[in-house]
């Protein structure tokens, strides 16, 4: 059984920094991209990061770049996503997916999905 669980949110101010990780069990995690999307109330879900197993590339939204990164752990089977200079705009459910094959900015491209975790900024 797929399992995808993340962690690590909750409520921080203006600037301040989060890490959230993604514990994931059920597949073989190594050999799936990792992603982490994002999704603000009235909005529909957006790629945030994503980190492709083949090479280990990253992308990332023009939003986050140079503020968030995101990395993993293989023997844990753990993502993280590492969040500084947070923004107010930034508050969101942050959900992690996991995708075998295709474009890893793309939300219909994941296989697999988180129940997600409330990040919250403000002062």
């Known amino acids: 059984q797929v399992q995808l669980v993340e962690s690590g949110g909750g409520l921080v101010q203006p600037g301040g920094s989060l890490r959230l990780s993604c514990a994931a069990s059920g597949f073989t995690f190594s050999t799936y991209t990792m992603g982490w999307f994002r999704q603000a109330p009235g909005k529909e879900r957006e790629f945030v990061a994503a980190r492709r197993w083949s090479g280990g590339y990253t992308y990332y939204a023009d939003f986050v770049k140079g503020r968030f990164t995101i990395s993993s752990d293989n023997a844990k089977k753990t993502v993280y996503l590492q969040m500084n200079s947070l923004r107010l705009e930034d508050t969101a459910v942050y959900y992690c997916?996991?995708?075998?094959?295709?474009?890893?900015?793309?939300?219909?491209?994941?296989?697999?999905w988180g129940q997600g975790t409330q990040v919250t900024v403000s002062s």
């Open positions: 997916a996991a995708q075998l094959y295709g474009d890893a900015t793309i939300r219909g491209k994941y296989d697999y």
